[in-house]
């Protein structure tokens, strides 16, 4: 049984900094690439940020690049995704998912099969 589970949301002012992790379990971690993605309330799901499953390749969201960093260590199954500067439009629940095999660094939410429960994080102005 696949289990994520997201945390290190939180409340931060805009400008700082937050860590989230992703804990996973179940499958052979490294073989698949993962994601984070985040919905704000009225929203549609929307792309954050990819990486392959040796971690060598990496993809992010025009809106979210050079801010964010998405990494993972397979020892410990985990993924992260370190967000600096924040902005108030980052506010948003966000969700760690897994890729199904075959699709390649894909942005596509159609193509996760694993979805965490999420971790909220707000930024005020």
């Known amino acids: 049984q696949v289990q994520l589970v997201e945390s290190g949301g939180g409340l931060v002012q805009a400008g700082g900094s937050l860590r989230l992790s992703c804990a996973a379990s179940?499958?052979?971690?490294?073989?698949?690439?993962m994601a984070w993605f985040r919905q704000a309330p009225g929203k549609e799901r929307q792309f954050v940020a990819v990486?392959?499953?040796?971690?060598?390749?990496?993809g992010y969201a025009d809106s979210v690049k050079g801010r964010f960093t998405i990494s993972r260590d397979n020892a410990k199954n985990t993924l992260y995704l370190q967000m600096n500067s924040l902005k108030p439009e980052d506010t948003a629940i966000y969700h760690c998912?897994?890729?199904?095999?075959?699709?390649?660094?894909?942005?596509?939410?159609?193509?996760?099969?694993?979805w965490g429960q999420g971790t909220q994080v707000t930024v005020s102005s």
């Open positions: 998912a897994t890729a199904r095999l075959g699709t390649g660094l894909t942005t596509n939410v159609r193509n996760y099969d694993y």
């Open positions: 179940g499958r052979t971690f490294s073989n698949y690439v």
């Open positions: 990486i392959a499953g040796s971690g060598a390749r990496t």
